[in-house]
């Protein structure tokens, strides 16, 4: 029988190493880094780490609402944690950027004051306030409606290609909300370029909080870690690097009901990841 090859790894340089830990993953890296003194200076090396940051992340930095109230970072590993941990406001204050620690692949989120709201503009449905808990410097809190129509686009470009994405609407309600039980809305994603837009599936949501129990995911809301739910609008591939939009849009024009206390944060768009996340696997980062 033909005996296997082994190698041992820890007699190749560091700089060797480094580069084969590159062509992983952020969460490859991470476990490396235990292994022995050898393998933790090359995981945590920049050179590793500058291949997990996108090759914008200089342009997306500089587009901060505070640039100068950035932490000055010690390497490319603590900017890369950063990003994944405290999203970055970006676009004049109407999106927020990070990073999905598992990928290193780029989330957006769109806040209210960029998307577009049916009425959102007239005091007597909508009104804008602050939040401790939001991303952003105001949220949008409905004051009475029964026309709910939330639209929101972003260009497929500045997201990771080849990357399956999906898209939620981030939001919660005031403790006097109303209007909203066994309401359905529909929501819809769809991918649209020079060609026009491709037509993109319509599910149909439950928006009330009341309903949740025995909900499966993805009929209605999901409580967050941030003191927030959200509302998964569907999924999409952004296949390449290339001009073009992803057109999101939340739709509850049939019922008829008169609806107050729902806040809109904004749309998140983040990386669908298959696998199950390990809750320790960045403690020894």
Sequence with gaps: MEQGITFDLYVL????????????SPTDACRSSVVSSVFRSAANSDSVWEKFLPS???QILSSSVSPSSLPNFSSKKELFLHLCDNPLLIDRGIKTFGLEKCSGKKC?????KGLTVVWGDTPRYWKWRSDPESRFSEVAELVNLCWLEI???LETRLLS?????????VLKFTDNAHGFKDVL???????????GAEEGEVKFVYLGPEQQLGRQEGQGLMERGDGWMEIEMGEFFNERDEDGEVEMSLLEVKSGNWKSGLIIQ??????KVSQLRSSNQYEHV
């Design 13 to 24: 340089p560091e700089g060797c190493i480094s580069n084969i830990l590159s062509l992983t």
């Design 56 to 58: 914008d992340i200089h």
């Design 108 to 112: 957006f989120m769109i806040g209210e």
């Design 151 to 153: 639209r929101g686009k």
């Design 161 to 169: 290609p080849n990357s399956t994405y999906g898209a939620y609407l």
């Design 185 to 195: 809305a529909d929501v819809s994603v769809k991918l649209a370029n020079d060609g």
């Design 266 to 271: 904004g749309i998140e768009l983040r990386p």
